[in-house]
């Protein structure tokens, strides 16, 4: 075989340098993506928790039951004591009482709420008992399309992040 010179044979090892430096931060980032996408699914089950699956509601005769939030119609009268989480969004009819709704929104100082203030599913009642009329179903609550939103977004994916797979490919 003839020789090579030594400048193509710099080029050859510079370039095989450089694709492997490409191959590893490639790697790199599709580790990241991945630990980011196990914390999103973990966000997802913890907002998924913070509503209850039971509801007390007001039934006909003035008793309470206890149902499937899911199984709540609009309109009807939910009964929360204090220390519990509220179970679906709804307008307040009876009580008043403080509510910690960082759960949800993020304040971190709790809101004190009286007839006619609106509660959201996955807060927190905090001093005292409060009646609230269903104004969302348990899958159109605002945790629920926050929840819908967090898994859409984390299913999309940037379109630069597209471009970049396309062209490796």
Same mark, same amino acid.
């Given at each position: 075989?003839?020789?090579?010179?030594?400048?193509?044979?710099?080029?050859?090892?510079?370039?095989?340098?450089? #694709?492997?430096?490409?191959?590893? @931060?490639?790697?790199?980032?599709?580790? /990241?993506?991945?630990?980011? +996408?196990?914390?999103?699914?973990?966000? =997802?089950?913890?907002?998924? !928790?913070?509503?209850?699956?039971?509801? &007390?509601?007001?039934?006909? &005769?003035? $008793?309470?039951?206890?149902?499937?939030?899911? !199984?709540? #119609? #609009?309109?009807?009268?939910?009964? =929360?004591?204090?220390? *519990?989480?509220?179970?679906? &969004?709804?307008?307040?009819? *009876?009580?008043?009482?403080?509510?910690?709704? +960082?759960?949800?929104?993020?304040? $971190? /100082?709790?809101?004190?709420?009286?007839?006619? &203030?609106?509660?959201?599913?996955?807060?927190?009642? !905090?001093? +005292?008992? @409060?009646?609230?009329?269903?104004?969302?179903?348990? $899958?159109?609550?605002? #945790?629920?399309?926050? /929840?819908?939103?967090? *898994? !859409?977004?984390?299913?999309?994916?940037?379109?630069?992040?597209?471009?970049?797979?396309? $062209?490796? +490919?």
């Amino acid at each position: 075989f003839p020789a090579v010179p030594k400048p193509i044979i710099a080029a050859i090892n510079g370039a095989c340098a450089g #694709l492997g430096m490409v191959m590893a @931060l490639y790697a790199i980032a599709e580790l /990241i993506e991945a630990k980011a +996408a196990d914390r999103a699914r973990n966000a =997802i089950q913890g907002l998924i !928790e913070l509503a209850p699956d039971q509801s &007390d509601v007001r039934q006909d &005769d003035g $008793s309470w039951r206890t149902v499937p939030s899911k !199984e709540v #119609l #609009l309109g009807a009268v939910v009964r =929360i004591r204090p220390g *519990e989480r509220v179970p679906l &969004d709804g307008v307040v009819t *009876e009580g008043n009482s403080s509510v910690n709704q +960082a759960p949800v929104t993020g304040e $971190s /100082i709790p809101v004190d709420k009286t007839t006619g &203030d609106t509660v959201f599913a996955g807060t927190i009642n !905090e001093t +005292a008992e @409060l009646q609230f009329r269903v104004t969302a179903a348990a $899958s159109d609550t605002t #945790l629920a399309r926050i /929840i819908h939103a967090v *898994e !859409e977004a984390q299913q999309t994916r940037a379109p630069t992040h597209v471009n970049t797979q396309s $062209s490796i +490919a």
